[in-house]
């Protein structure tokens, strides 16, 4: 049940308890007025009835003598000397008032006195007919109040999901006017959201900037380590320039990506020609080496960027052959690609939380500026795409790849297969 059924629900029930009370104070203070009015009648009775004895020795008023019906706790205050009133129950209830007139004689008046007569039965259903019309209005004010409640929050847990998923703020002031505390929840909301999004963005500019003003002097550092005169001294500085010449293509990757500026060139692909070129210009690199290829059932036509599968593809074996065990298995089922290594497998915090840029395995794993796995969801996401990381039976680190099928393609449009799909 949502906020409004249980807000409506309860000053519903709220509405209904203090009817219930209400009705029941009415109805039993309404009862015990009825009692005393019909007492108060039958004492006036009796005194008009005592005068007449004692005047003229006669009973009148329906007044009688030590009638039997007498009930027993009246004939005892009477016996007493004490006059008095008794409302009796059973089949035939009755108001009693009964004195002592003398030589143990006892005067009384009675009356039938049903339990409920008409007034006090149209009373109760007064009470009734009313409390219900009351309950129903407070649900139905309730479900409007509840209504305008929830949509404000409603409202407010839009605005934060699209700032999760990278929106801007939307426009339009500092919020909500009002003093409730939903519209400081709202206010709240907007004002974490917007310093949010200026971290995040502010972020993407400063990991772009870096890298575009790293990218000139690192091309010059490059050139100018082939000028050294000791091979090995340049075998050195080459290898450190490629890799900050890495770092920086990565960084610039992972903000573009960040941007969300990135869009897929969609072509129908053949995924296992696709996939087994991929790893033949794999070997070699980034210490690729022992890669074998499984097919499970007929090769699927998938709609992808083969450009992008294969730059996810590559950082995925990279990432099994630095931080895993050979031998690296892949294998093609349908429209999923499945990528393991017989290492130790991905890191809990990884497998849970995805990868995370410069945060590279546990150190007995190896080192790296952990761009590669992040620009490979990042990759995915373009794609359409879904990557997930997990552990494999019997051990190893397991990614998956699931990539959209091919919708139904005109007949005079080519599939693109073997190296044809992976030119750059």
């Known amino acids: 049940m949502g906020i409004r059924g249980r807000i409506a629900l309860a000053i519903s029930s709220v509405a209904a308890l203090a009817v219930v009370l209400l009705g029941v104070a009415v109805h039993h203070v309404s009862g015990l007025e ?50 008095g009133t008794y409302i009796s129950g059973g089949e035939d209830p009755r108001v009693w008032a009964a004195t002592g007139v003398g030589s143990g004689k006892v005067l009384s008046v009675s009356a039938s006195y049903p339990k409920r007569d008409a007034f006090q039965r149209a ?13 129903v209005l407070m649900a139905v004010v309730g479900w409007f109040v509840a209504q305008s409640l929830s949509r404000r929050l409603r409202l407010s847990a839009a605005e934060a999901r699209r700032i999760a998923a990278g929106e801007a703020p939307a426009a339009g002031g500092t919020g909500p006017a009002g003093r409730d505390e939903v519209a ?11 310093a949010l999004a200026a971290r995040v963005e502010a972020e993407r500019e400063f990991t772009a900037d870096v890298a575009h003003e790293l990218r000139t002097p690192v091309a010059g550092l490059v050139a100018s380590a082939e000028l050294l005169p000791h091979p090995r001294a340049v075998e050195m500085v080459q290898e450190r320039a490629q890799t900050l010449r890495a770092l920086v293509e990565d960084l610039l990757e992972v903000s573009r990506l960040d941007a969300g500026v990135e869009s897929a060139q969609l072509d129908a692909v053949e995924l296992p020609s696709l996939v087994r070129g991929v790893v033949k210009r794999a070997r070699g690199q980034r210490g690729v080496d022992d890669v074998a290829v499984e097919v499970v059932g007929e090769g699927r036509i998938v709609a992808t960027d083969a450009r992008r599968v294969e730059r996810i593809l590559v950082n995925i074996l990279a990432n099994a052959a630095k931080h895993g065990k050979p031998p690296i298995e892949v294998r093609v089922e ?22 995370r840029r410069f945060r590279t395995a546990a150190p007995e794993r190896g080192t790296g500026h952990g761009l590669g796995l992040t620009i490979a969801v990042g990759q995915a996401a373009v794609l359409g795409a879904r990557l997930e990381f997990g552990s494999a039976e019997g051990g190893g680190a397991q990614a998956v790849l699931d990539l959209p099928e091919a919708e139904d393609e005109p007949e005079d449009r080519p599939v693109l297969r073997g190296e044809r799909a992976y030119g750059r």
């Open 123 to 135: 009373l109760d259903w007064a009470l009734l007919l009313s409390g219900a019309v009351t309950v």
């Open 334 to 355: 349908g429209t999923r690609i499945v990528v393991r290594d017989h290492g130790g497998g991905y890191p809990p915090e990884l497998v849970s939380q995805g990868p």
């Open 184 to 194: 400081e929840l709202e206010r709240s909301v907007r004002a974490m959201a917007t």
């Open 34 to 83: 009825r009692d005393r009015q019909a007492r108060a009648q039958q004492d006036r009775l009796l005194s008009s009835a005592l005068q007449l004895y004692q005047r003229e020795g006669q009973v009148t008023l329906n007044a009688q003598l030590d009638d039997a019906a007498l009930p027993a706790p009246l004939a005892k205050a009477v016996a007493k000397g004490r006059s």
